[in-house]
């Protein structure tokens, strides 16, 4: 695993997803983390536990995702109710992010010893290899909604989002 990309495991019950993230949750996972859960949640599954025992850092794109997640699946139905997503063991600097980018409220937290690891199967690191467009695209949604839910974020990410567009325009040409 390279220190720049995290693992994504998952397992699929009657009654709740469970996702494992390990290493560094980063706009790299941003696009395949986000099918992922859309799919799962498309075909009705409505509680999400993340693992982030083993999760070392999230970027804000990666949060910024999380947090559309978790907005798109309280507000949209998908036909089973309101979909939750749940924290497991969120390292106290990645629950300091969540509190200082003001997205915390939409999650669960749960402290409790990790998940068994048995059922869990580790997704290849290739899922969809997303192009550069995507990437781009996807970090500028993430960064848009975050200064959406909370206005101390436009201080932060005015520049990023401001460069995320513009190179979106040269990709798109």
Same mark, same amino acid.
């Given at each position: ?55 070392? *850092?999230?970027? =804000?794109? /990666?949060?910024? &995702?999380?947090?559309?997640? @978790? #907005? ?28 200082? *980018?003001?997205? =915390?409220? /939409?999650?669960? &937290?749960?402290?409790?010893? @990790? #998940? ?28 848009? *909604? ?25 990709l798109e040409k």
């Amino acid at each position: 695993m390279s220190s720049s990309t995290a693992t994504l495991s998952v397992w699929v019950g009657d009654q709740i997803v469970c996702v494992r993230i390990s290493g560094r949750a980063s706009f790299n996972c941003s696009v395949d983390f986000r099918t992922l859960l859309t799919t799962l949640w498309q075909q009705g599954h409505n509680r999400f536990v993340l693992d982030l025992t083993n999760c070392q *850092l999230m970027d =804000s794109t /990666f949060l910024g &995702v999380l947090a559309g997640l @978790a #907005l798109r699946f309280s507000q949209e139905p998908n036909g089973f109710g309101p979909a939750v997503i749940e924290l497991l063991n969120p390292s106290p600097r990645i629950f300091d992010l969540l509190e200082n *980018l003001g997205v =915390s409220q /939409f999650f669960k &937290v749960i402290c409790s010893s @990790a #998940l068994a690891s048995a059922r869990l199967e580790e997704l290849p690191t290739t899922t969809s290899a997303p192009d550069r467009k995507e990437v781009s695209r996807t970090c500028l949604e993430a960064h848009q *909604l975050l200064m959406e839910i909370s206005p101390a974020n436009v201080a932060k990410f005015k520049d990023v989002t401001r460069f995320l567009e513009e190179d979106l325009k040269k990709l798109e040409k």
